[in-house]
């Protein structure tokens, strides 16, 4: 495990989500722990082994940035030295409206 660079914060709306997610998915707190260390070390992906897209005509404070481990999104901010984790869910339809 290698030392975070970036703070990662989870906005109020994350935190509802998570505890959701948690209670509906039993393999979500393992991707939501992987997503929190891969965006504390690498949020913009400089190493290359991660699925992560900056999404275009998104503007920023709206997940700009998505992370996919698995059937799961995690959409977030960049700001600075933190990141700013806003939405995550399964792959759906509804996914990112």
Known sequence: MTVPTFSVRVTPHGQRLAK????????FIAYYEKAIDVLGTDPYN?????????????PPGQGAWRLRLGRWR????????????????????????
């Open 20 to 27: 959701a997610l948690n209670k509906q998915h039993t393999d």
């Open 46 to 58: 400089r190493s290359g082994s991660h699925q992560i897209k900056k999404l275009a005509n998104v």
């Open 74 to 97: 995690f959409r977030y901010d960049i700001w600075e030295q933190m990141v700013e984790l806003g939405y995550f869910g399964l792959r759906r339809e509804e996914t990112y409206r």
